[in-house]
């Protein structure tokens, strides 16, 4: 990676050159995925799911035609985007099934799908969930993603103390809209220029991106959350905010700029930790979860009789 060209790439990918240097972003990334796989891979996943039923189709169905509504390519279920929206979905579903599908992996393919063709789509799709984002962060629990919520939040108190302390002061919530914006790699809520430009680093530069632009969220909107007053009003203001970010040179200069020095070590050593702290409490309303289903097929059949009033 060298600094001429990350420096480039932050810069913002100029339109016209944007699927080559997505593309040898993503291949770099599943070149020994695709070695393994083999020549022809995602047409075989196709031919598998045809006719076949997959548990994720209901969802993808449901999903369609709500993952970018304003975008033509997308407003039809018979629309050439949907179409290829729903086989690169399916065929991922079939590809990895531990994650199958997950709300959110849409939009990731959506966006994709608008620089590059379906097969690479499908690749950038594995190259994401794979390869730049932590493991787990799809699974059923979403424990990478709750994990990561955390490591926003000690960001924030080391790089924005004033707004950190102010959402502390009115029990804010921050994963309550930051959540989506790491799944969907800032395609939810954000106007698409400032998406694609979010999408750059993150392709080039990996995860570590995520961070460094949901910070510059909060920077660039800094003085207006702190005259907010009560907790509804900031909750409000935080919901509107990204569509107002119209302006990707200016957060990407907050990003890579303002928020210096931001060491990859010191944030893999908070994944570490945080990680552990939702397993272990995830595991403890599991155990609790067990715990009353046991109590409850222990309960004598009387005891309801008696409640009820019954003979």
């Known amino acids: 990676m060298s600094p001429e060209l990350k420096a480039l790439v932050r810069s913002g990918v100029p339109h016209e050159h944007r699927a080559t240097i997505w593309k040898q972003c993503i291949d770099q990334c599943v ?3 695709r070695r393994i796989a083999g020549d022809g891979y995602y047409q075989q996943l196709l031919e598998t799911i045809k006719g076949k039923p997959s548990p994720a189709v209901k969802q993808i169905e449901l999903d369609l035609l709500r993952t970018l509504p304003n975008n033509k390519h ?5 629309a050439d985007g949907t179409t290829k929206l729903r086989n690169v979905l399916l065929a991922y579903s079939w590809h990895n099934p531990d994650v199958g599908y997950c709300q959110g992996l849409n939009r990731l393919v959506a966006i994709a799908l608008l620089y590059l063709n379906e097969e690479e789509s499908f690749w950038s799709l594995v190259a994401m969930v794979e390869h730049l984002i932590p493991k787990d962060y799809y699974s059923k629990t979403l424990v990478a993603s709750q994990a990561d919520q955390r490591v926003l939040r000690d960001l924030l108190t080391e790089k924005l103390p004033r707004l950190s302390a102010h959402f502390d002061a009115l029990n804010v919530d921050l994963s309550l809209v930051s959540f989506n914006w790491f799944l969907t790699v800032f395609v939810d809520s954000f106007p698409v220029k400032t998406s694609l430009r979010v999408w750059d680093t993150f392709l080039y530069e990996g995860n570590k991106v995520l961070f460094r632009f949901a910070l510059a969220v909060f920077k660039s909107s800094e003085e207006q959350l702190l005259k907010c007053e009560d907790h509804m009003s900031i909750f409000n203001f935080l919901r509107q905010m990204p569509e107002k970010l119209t302006d990707a040179n200016s957060l990407s200069q907050f ?10 070590q010191k944030i893999r050593t908070k994944r570490a930790y945080h990680l552990e702290v939702v397993m272990n409490e995830l595991a403890e309303l599991d155990k609790l979860r067990e715990n ?3 109590s409850k097929a222990d309960a004598p059949e009387s005891r309801d009789g008696d ?3 019954e003979d």
């Open 31 to 33: 070149q020994e995925t």
């Open 74 to 78: 997308y407003d039809k279920l018979d």
């Open 292 to 294: 009353y289903v046991i």
């Open 307 to 309: 409640m009820l009033g």
């Open 255 to 264: 990003a890579f700029q303002f928020l210096n020095p931001f060491p990859m």
